[in-house]
């Protein structure tokens, strides 16, 4: 009997070590972005014939949402499955304009502070009509505290009123000129739910929320499975009636990414998120497994490493650019992730039509960072190789999230690690699971760290390069790792945010770009990684401003 | 004046006894669980608001913190949690919102389904793999060698698969099973036979090398006692003195092991039902001490601690049935 407290304890250490090991994604915060109307669509181009019907299974390696209404928290994994069943006011084209879903026009006031929407005809699925009332009860439900919002309510932040003008027409009035307050409106966690379903409560409307959407959930098994079937009356942002082909989607959790590539090789699931880079490569380099690779890279920022300029020794720039000219990921990226990930110049995804990138600034060269390290003081070196400077060695600490860092970025870490000791960093990698990582983060407990951050738009780099992103929010989460606080980009980001002019926006928004890369703040690595292993499906739409996938014209081939 | 106590009220005694010390266990766990979880880093408050990494407002991250009791001193949310746990009243999740009870008995039936087959396959392996060891001790003359070589094979498998970890091993078992020969599921869902075959292959291996090394071990030390030898004398062949009088002798230690089995298998649950993408208390455990949601994993372990009293109480009276001088003296060994 006196055994049985330490094996109890022992199964919760497992479930710690296990938590912190599991290679599932974790949720990300944030994420913005629109969703474009009937856009690209990806689908295999083989001639194997189509069926109507059918319920197609998909299993997804990223966390199980704890609730499935996005505007709750408001996460990736949440993104990807409300695409079946809740639609945003606006999409998002692949030109980074923003096209009409729910919202078929909009015009914005002289000073900005005053946007009209007028909306299309519909219904949720659980009959409530979408209006101008529906419009507002979404926007109160976001910045209602009782909500406990994260993503949702930064987008729609500055946003103080909705006036129901009539049932067709909704009147936002803001703060403040927002820029990005359409992209906002594209996202899932901005999308429109019934206000019938939201006065429910939380926990109900967690269990199935009543949207627009293709699908309507019709059941959750905690642990194991989300069921929707098609919604029949389904209208398209064209306005045309489209149900779907599919007659529902049994959505899995499966979190190990080799069963989930297993399941799908041997038939149990047509389709998989998250999957390995070894596991891509395999699969397209076997014709005969019939296995179609999609590669969604998610909008807003870039995958990077972040150096810390807030303190020392990266707040020294000749230190920093030491590093990134010592680190050379580039080879790296190409063993480890065997071509599909592509590596990246610039601090915004290659999606956003306004990245700016400059490869010359990210060019290895050691003799480069040993002077500027001999210049910046660092001079001596100690028994281990190690650069000194009074006495300090020159320590990197780098929390790494294993939740988010798939393994083969964590084996790039260690390649950096032993490219920069050449110049005498020392890099101390310590794996963290998500809260001890967030929580080493929000104590200043870093000098380098990679943080993904989704949001549709180059307002992300607002959000992340700002000054006021070192301001903590409450919870003691900041975005801005790189501790940036330079007057002049604050400026160009203010600007670009309250401006009404897209090529003015533009222009600032690339001005911010340079500076943020001239000032050495961070080493892009690539697009936040985006991939999905279809088998046997055709005509997903790729569309979705957050790169989710839609399965409203999909039909499966065998 | 000493008196006997009557059978009823040692019996009573005997359930107080039983009772505090499930109250110790209880009380024991859930001190170690807050205060692992509190050592872990992160905030629960943000299991509320979305997960680690929140950026809720501050009226939203008051507004949690008040509702769960989160802005209280930590030795209040310790006494509390304490509370909820001695009453069985096991709160609400953060994340999910839904009774904790709920949802830790929904997990339980999946993971006592997956854990009781793995058991029942881990004896039934160690049981052949002992009776064919007895067999090939009995065998002589010109097939010794053959017999040794036997023995030599099972004690090496059983070494071999003691040691297996449970996420490699399952790796394996699904690349043949299930990408190969297809035969079984890589996934596995309560309700589909075919599919908790794998999961609960994966888990008996290891917990048959184990049981199989103990059960031999046992065994051997039988079949040199008098009363083998006896039997033997009499005529008994090697498969009637092991059903008959060396298992028995030999299942005492191991039986009462079956509770540590337990505990071998709730551990192996939290990676066996990741790897198969299967239901359960190990995998709940898993998700919420990632959410860092305090009362799920409280609750969990709880009901897991509860779950070896019981197991321990079974054991013991099984032994009793077994050996009567268990019964007799009704101490602890």
Redesign the interface.
Known sequence: MRRLPLLAVASAATALVLAACSGSPAPDPSSPSDAASGGSTASDGTDAPTQAGGTLVYASGDAEPTCLDPHVGGNYPQALISTQYLEPLVGRAADGTTTPWLATDWTVSEDGLTWDFTLAERTFTDGTPFDAAAVKANIEHLQDPDTGSSTGYLAVEKVTEVEVVDDRHARFHLSEPDAALLESLAQQWTAMQSPTGLARGMEENCLAPAGTGPFVVTGWTPQQQVDLVANPDYVDATGEAAPPLLDGITWRFVPDAATRYAALVSGEVDVIDNPQPDTITAAEADASLGIEHIDNPRPGSVNRIELNSGQTPFDDIRVREAFIRSANPGPGIEALFSSTAVPSFSPLSSVEPVAVSREEQFTYDLDAANTLLDEAGWTERDADGYRTKDGARLSVRFPVSTNQSVPAEQALFQQIQANVKEAGFEVVLTPLDLGAWYAALGAHEYEAVSAPYTKVGPDVLRILYHSSGTEPAPSGYFANHAYVRDAELDALLDEASATQDAAQRADLLEQAQVRILEGYYILPLYDQQNHFLVRGVTGIDTSNPVATLSFQTASLTD | MTTTPGPSRRALLRVAALAG?AL??VW??AT??FL?LRA????P??A?????????????????RAQYGLDLPVWQQYLLQLWRVLTLDLGD?Y????PVLD?VL??LGPTAALAVSALVLGWLLALGAAWLVSWARAVSGRLAPVGRAVVAVVRGWEVLASVLPHFWLG?VL??LF??GL?WF???S??GSLAGLVLPTVTLAIPLAGFLGQLLGEGVGDAESRPFATTARARGAGPTRVFSRHTLRHAAIPTVALT??AF?FL??GA??VE???????L??????S????DVPV?MGA?VV??LV??LL?VVTEAVEGLLDPRAATTGE?R
């Open positions: 010390r110790l266990v024991v766990t170690v669980v692992a872990a880093g992160g905030d408050v943000e509320v608001l979305g997960g680690p990494g929140s950026q809720a407002g501050p009226e939203a991250v008051a507004a949690a999740s994340a999910r919102r839904t949802l929904s997990a790796a699904v690349a299930a990408v297809r599921p890589a996934t869902t309560p509770g540590w505990g709730v551990s939290v990676v990741t790897l198969f993408g299967r239901p359960g190990g995998r709940l455990l898993v998700d001490t990632l959410q860092r994993v372990i897991i601690a070896y009293v321990t602890d």
